[in-house]
Protein backbone atom coordinates (compact mmCIF):
# COMPACT_ATOMS: atom_id res chain seq x y z
CA UNK A 1 0.00 0.00 0.00
CA UNK A 2 3.10 2.28 0.44
CA UNK A 3 4.66 1.86 -2.64
CA UNK A 4 1.01 2.60 -4.48
CA UNK A 5 0.79 6.10 -2.32
CA UNK A 6 4.70 6.88 -3.43
CA UNK A 7 3.51 6.11 -7.04
CA UNK A 8 0.90 8.44 -6.73
CA UNK A 9 2.41 11.07 -5.41
CA UNK A 10 5.34 11.13 -7.85
CA UNK A 11 2.50 11.18 -10.66
CA UNK A 12 1.10 14.48 -8.62
CA UNK A 13 4.36 15.56 -8.97
CA UNK A 14 5.31 15.12 -12.45
CA UNK A 15 2.17 16.55 -13.47
CA UNK A 16 2.48 19.73 -11.39
CA UNK A 17 5.84 20.09 -12.28
CA UNK A 18 4.67 19.64 -15.88
CA UNK A 19 1.84 22.82 -15.33
CA UNK A 20 4.73 24.92 -13.99
CA UNK A 21 6.96 24.86 -16.91
CA UNK A 22 4.54 24.83 -19.24
CA UNK A 23 2.82 28.70 -17.48
CA UNK A 24 6.85 30.19 -16.92
CA UNK A 25 7.29 32.83 -19.17
CA UNK A 26 9.84 31.89 -21.93
CA UNK A 27 13.63 33.95 -21.60
CA UNK A 28 13.59 36.61 -24.50
CA UNK A 29 15.32 36.23 -27.72
CA UNK A 30 18.75 37.24 -28.48
CA UNK A 31 20.15 38.96 -31.19
CA UNK A 32 22.01 36.80 -32.23
CA UNK A 33 19.55 34.41 -33.31
CA UNK A 34 17.52 36.81 -35.43
CA UNK A 35 20.23 38.38 -37.65
CA UNK A 36 20.63 37.39 -41.06
CA UNK A 37 24.00 36.28 -42.97
CA UNK A 38 24.44 38.31 -46.12
CA UNK A 39 24.76 36.06 -49.59
CA UNK A 40 27.22 34.38 -51.02
CA UNK A 41 29.21 36.30 -53.40
CA UNK A 42 28.37 35.59 -57.04
CA UNK A 43 30.74 32.97 -58.75
CA UNK A 44 33.13 34.40 -61.64
CA UNK A 45 33.55 33.00 -64.74
CA UNK A 46 37.07 31.26 -65.26
CA UNK A 47 38.57 33.20 -69.06
CA UNK A 48 39.91 30.31 -71.37
CA UNK A 49 43.81 32.39 -70.75
CA UNK A 50 44.85 31.25 -67.34
CA UNK A 51 47.42 33.95 -66.85
CA UNK A 52 49.42 36.56 -68.84
CA UNK A 53 52.28 33.59 -69.42
CA UNK A 54 50.34 30.43 -70.06
CA UNK A 55 47.35 29.60 -72.71
CA UNK A 56 44.81 26.74 -72.55
CA UNK A 57 45.79 24.09 -75.01
CA UNK A 58 42.60 21.36 -75.84
CA UNK A 59 43.83 18.26 -77.61
CA UNK A 60 42.30 14.70 -78.46
CA UNK A 61 44.58 12.05 -79.32
CA UNK A 62 42.81 8.86 -80.90
CA UNK A 63 45.48 5.33 -79.97
CA UNK A 64 46.35 4.09 -83.30
CA UNK A 65 49.88 2.56 -84.14
CA UNK A 66 52.21 5.67 -84.17
CA UNK A 67 51.68 7.63 -80.55
CA UNK A 68 50.37 10.95 -81.07
CA UNK A 69 52.30 14.31 -80.53
CA UNK A 70 50.99 17.38 -78.53
CA UNK A 71 52.73 20.53 -78.44
CA UNK A 72 52.95 23.45 -75.61
CA UNK A 73 54.85 26.02 -74.40
CA UNK A 74 56.02 25.74 -70.28
CA UNK A 75 53.14 27.15 -68.65
CA UNK A 76 50.67 26.20 -70.62
CA UNK A 77 47.47 23.86 -68.96
CA UNK A 78 47.00 21.01 -70.91
CA UNK A 79 43.31 19.51 -71.78
CA UNK A 80 44.03 16.30 -72.82
CA UNK A 81 41.44 13.90 -74.33
CA UNK A 82 42.48 10.41 -74.68
CA UNK A 83 40.03 7.62 -76.34
CA UNK A 84 40.72 3.84 -76.58
CA UNK A 85 39.45 0.74 -77.44
CA UNK A 86 40.87 -0.69 -74.93
CA UNK A 87 40.49 -0.65 -71.15
CA UNK A 88 43.68 0.81 -69.79
CA UNK A 89 44.74 3.00 -66.87
CA UNK A 90 46.70 5.70 -69.01
CA UNK A 91 49.84 7.52 -67.06
CA UNK A 92 52.00 10.62 -67.82
CA UNK A 93 55.28 10.07 -67.34
CA UNK A 94 57.47 12.95 -65.33
CA UNK A 95 54.04 14.57 -64.01
CA UNK A 96 51.90 11.66 -61.94
CA UNK A 97 48.56 11.98 -63.37
CA UNK A 98 46.56 8.84 -64.46
CA UNK A 99 43.46 8.40 -65.70
CA UNK A 100 41.08 5.51 -66.81
CA UNK A 101 40.16 5.04 -70.41
CA UNK A 102 37.82 2.11 -72.13
CA UNK A 103 35.61 2.27 -74.82
CA UNK A 104 32.95 4.84 -74.87
CA UNK A 105 35.17 5.78 -71.54
CA UNK A 106 38.17 8.49 -72.54
CA UNK A 107 40.50 9.37 -70.47
CA UNK A 108 40.74 13.04 -69.42
CA UNK A 109 43.92 14.98 -68.48
CA UNK A 110 43.90 18.68 -67.16
CA UNK A 111 48.05 19.60 -66.53
CA UNK A 112 49.80 22.55 -65.63
CA UNK A 113 52.91 22.18 -67.94
CA UNK A 114 55.49 24.16 -65.78
CA UNK A 115 58.88 22.62 -66.73
CA UNK A 116 59.70 22.00 -70.23
CA UNK A 117 60.62 18.60 -71.54
CA UNK A 118 59.01 15.63 -73.15
CA UNK A 119 55.99 13.54 -71.43
CA UNK A 120 54.92 10.02 -72.35
CA UNK A 121 51.54 9.53 -72.53
CA UNK A 122 51.52 5.45 -71.89
CA UNK A 123 49.40 2.48 -70.16
CA UNK A 124 50.67 1.49 -66.51
CA UNK A 125 50.17 -2.07 -67.85
CA UNK A 126 52.28 -2.16 -70.40
CA UNK A 127 55.18 0.83 -69.50
CA UNK A 128 56.84 0.39 -72.99
CA UNK A 129 54.08 0.84 -75.28
CA UNK A 130 53.69 5.01 -75.73
CA UNK A 131 49.83 6.31 -76.40
CA UNK A 132 51.29 9.83 -77.64
CA UNK A 133 53.81 12.20 -76.59
CA UNK A 134 53.52 15.94 -74.90
CA UNK A 135 56.35 18.29 -76.30
CA UNK A 136 56.47 21.30 -74.13
CA UNK A 137 59.07 23.79 -75.41
CA UNK A 138 60.55 27.20 -72.97
CA UNK A 139 58.54 30.00 -73.22
CA UNK A 140 60.04 32.86 -75.01
CA UNK A 141 59.72 36.15 -73.59
CA UNK A 142 57.04 37.64 -76.11
CA UNK A 143 55.08 34.08 -76.50
Known amino acids: M ?11 LLIASSIAAAL ?3 PPRSQEETTTTPP ?10 LSERGELVRAHVSVGDEPARVRAQAGDQLELTVT ?3 VATLEISGIGES ?4 PGSPARFDVLLNDPGRYRVFPMDDPERTVATIAV ?5 GD
Open 84 to 86: WDE
Open 137 to 141: RPRTP
Open 40 to 49: PPEPQELSPV
Open 99 to 102: ADVG
Open 24 to 26: APQ
Open 2 to 12: AARRLVILMIV
